[in-house]
């Protein structure tokens, strides 16, 4: 593999092309890795605080472009051999821990539940979890013609196909339970984007119900934006927990 270098956060970035897609790896201080690896799964530079604290505690960070941010079955596949890609090069453990921030968290998910042995816990941020919420908006969520556009070029399906489609996030959290993945999701409860109630609430009521490892993080008065927390260490402890 042929890799272009930089420095990215003050750390070793390598830059390469996967599948002819834009890749990435960022690697901790020499002397200072963990054996263990995080995918952040849309969004690289969105809100970084989490994996820069990540790299400092010696996880190595990793990233691939999707080709839409709608979890395809092409993107997952290519998502889940290139975990299996940067594990093996670098010499980490197969499982990884995931960074999935709105559309980020539908891609954790859905990864998940479709290879649940390349994931060891989910970092979960205002997730999409219910499509007909978003990008449908057929709920309380508050979004433009076009968000529901990308989907149907992505999927090719009207809203009223979606009605009836059966591998919404929501449909594969059973999966995840039944995998024993844990999950710490963080949510803004005025979020007008994806809406709690309407998503992450989801997840949150059936792991309650199943016994799932769980911590739910709530933000008072805050939007869709930002996302994650002023001090992420209850979120980098709980993956610490469980990675």
Not at 67 to 78: I, Q, V
Not at 87 to 101: H, R, W, Y
């Amino acid at each position: 593999m042929q890799y272009t270098e930089s420095e990215c956060w003050g750390f070793r970035r390598l830059d390469f092309k996967f599948r002819d897609r834009v890749a990435m790896v960022i690697l901790p201080k020499e002397g200072t890795s963990n054996g263990k690896g995080v995918i952040k799964t849309e969004y690289f530079g969105a809100f970084p605080d989490t994996q820069i604290e990540m790299l400092k505690r010696g996880y190595t960070f990793c990233f691939n472009e999707n080709r839409n941010r709608w979890g395809t079955k092409e993107d997952l596949e290519d998502k889940y051999d290139f975990i299996r890609f940067v594990a093996e090069e670098f010499n980490l453990d197969p499982k990884f821990s995931m960074i999935g921030m709105s559309c980020g968290g539908m891609y954790a998910i859905q990864l998940t539940a479709l290879h649940p042995d390349c994931a060891s816990v989910l970092y979960l941020d205002a997730p999409v979890v219910n499509f007909l919420s978003c990008p449908c908006g057929m709920g309380v969520a508050e979004l433009p013609d076009s968000m529901f556009e990308e989907i149907h070029r992505a999927y090719g399906m009207t809203k009223s196909q979606l009605l009836s489609y059966r591998n919404h996030p929501l449909d594969n959290i059973p999966k995840l339970i039944e995998h024993d993945i844990p999950v710490v999701m963080v949510y803004g409860d005025s979020d007008k984007t994806v809406p709690y109630v309407e998503n992450g609430a989801h997840l949150e009521a059936y792991y309650k119900a199943h016994g799932g490892k769980l911590l739910v993080i709530g933000k008072e008065g805050c939007d869709h934006h930002p996302h994650g927390l002023t001090d992420p260490t209850p979120i980098l402890d709980f993956i610490d927990r469980h990675a």
